[in-house]
């Protein structure tokens, strides 16, 4: 969103103003200062410079980590994370905020690995104040604190990452967890309702997005994913998502609701409008720029669309979905080479994936011809795929 790219920017020039003007002595006490009267930007140019001269300094980089997840730069606070870390092994409350910047990286293993840590350690003082986006999407709420004896925060991002990874089981029991702990909460419900519906389970889905709605009847995700679960029209879905970005203009979530459902419904042009509104919101989320790239392949706008696709991979370069569909993208450009380079890169990345060598030994045929394409096209037939064994059978000969 636009304050993470003021922010960034304000760090870049604070630092070079910072050097003028606060002695090199004097850095580590004025970012302190500087943090807590939340100037931000200040602190981070102080302390970055303090951090250079004094890198054994263990419990600058918590500060410094905790800015960087203010300007949504996941990895510097992660990294800044496990700096402290390396310092202070036991300080329990780091490791939920490490989880928490795992999470957004999408390492769903590490980050559960971190609130379980979490919720194994002697919770420790501090004054860190984690604000929470509310679901209902109208600005930052649900204030929590890491020490908080609570720990349905831990159990609900131990949920969400066990989502994310597919084990809905798992999902359930964490789930559970931090409702048993904090039953007024309606994430906790939706999120539960979420899992269910994946699991083919939509009776009790609906049932916990209702308890959820009875929560907070402005709870707009529970809200989305009660009509997706039950809608008679498509009209009807889209009229409630519509219903959502008037309710929080501010949220990108609610445009990318919108824009990911009408791309689902052959709308690219007006997902595409979805997707730029997001990212003026919050330009930090790979997937807005995913499936921007996506909206300009169906609008046969190709170029548009390895300029949003190279934003996505610029934020998670390892992303194999992104390589993979800007891989097809580069083949109906007849960009063979650069299509080449990004379904192997899938194949190293992510070894099991048929789609993967399936494009990568079609497009080596297109390139060299001949049986170059067989042994990528015989793994991928060996992984389950049907396609894969047809053009094995008809560029291999079957042998």
Not at 125 to 142: D, H, L, N, P
Not at 301 to 309: C, I, L, P, Q
Not at 325 to 332: A, D, E, L, P, V
Request: aromatic letters at 14%; charged letters at 25%.
């Amino acid at each position: 969103m636009r304050y993470v790219l003021i922010l960034t920017f304000l760090m870049t020039f604070s630092w070079c103003l910072a050097q003028e003007i606060v002695p090199a002595s004097q850095r580590r006490q004025a970012g302190l200062e500087a943090y807590e009267k939340n100037d931000l930007a200040l602190a981070f140019a102080l302390l970055d410079s303090w951090l250079k001269d004094h890198p054994n300094d263990g419990e600058i980089y918590l500060y410094r980590a905790r800015i960087w997840m203010q300007a949504k730069e996941w990895s510097y606070a992660d990294a800044d994370f496990t700096a402290y870390l390396r310092f202070y092994p036991e300080n329990g409350e780091v490791y939920l905020e490490r989880g928490r910047s795992r999470y957004q990286q999408d390492l769903y293993e590490l980050a559960k690995e971190d609130f379980e840590t979490y919720l194994k350690l002697p919770k420790g003082e501090t004054t860190q104040v984690i604000y929470r986006r509310s679901a209902t999407g109208s600005g930052f709420s649900q204030i929590f604190t890491p020490q908080t004896p609570n720990p349905a925060q831990a159990y609900y991002h131990l949920g969400l990452c066990s989502i994310q990874l597919e084990e809905f089981s798992d999902a359930l029991v964490y789930l559970d967890s931090a409702i048993n702990f904090q039953p007024d909460e309606p994430d906790y419900y939706s999120e539960k309702g979420k899992a269910l519906a994946l699991m083919g389970e939509k009776s009790e889905a609906k049932w916990y997005y209702q308890k959820a709605l009875e929560l907070n009847p402005d709870h707009f995700l529970s809200r989305q994913r009660l009509v997706f679960l039950t809608q008679n029209t498509d009209e009807e879905a889209l009229e409630e998502l519509t219903l959502a970005i008037v309710s929080a203009p501010e949220n990108p979530e609610t445009f990318k609701q919108r824009g990911y459902y009408r791309l689902s419904h052959k709308d690219p042009q007006g997902a595409k409008e979805d997707f730029l509104k997001a990212i003026s919101l919050d330009p930090k989320d790979y997937q807005l720029w995913y499936y921007l790239g996506k909206c300009w392949v169906e609008l046969k706008n190709f170029r548009e669309s390895e300029n949003a696709f190279f934003e996505s991979l610029e934020l998670a370069p390892q992303n194999t979905e992104v390589l993979l569909t800007r891989g097809q993208s580069r083949y109906r450009m007849n960009e063979f080479k650069n299509a080449l380079a990004d379904f192997t890169l899938v194949t190293f990345y992510d070894p099991d994936l048929a789609s993967g060598y399936y494009h990568k030994g079609i497009t080596l045929h297109r390139l060299s011809g001949g049986t170059s394409a067989c042994p990528d096209l015989k793994r991928a037939m060996e992984l389950g795929m049907a396609e894969a064994k047809t053009a094995w059978t008809k560029i291999c000969g079957g042998n």
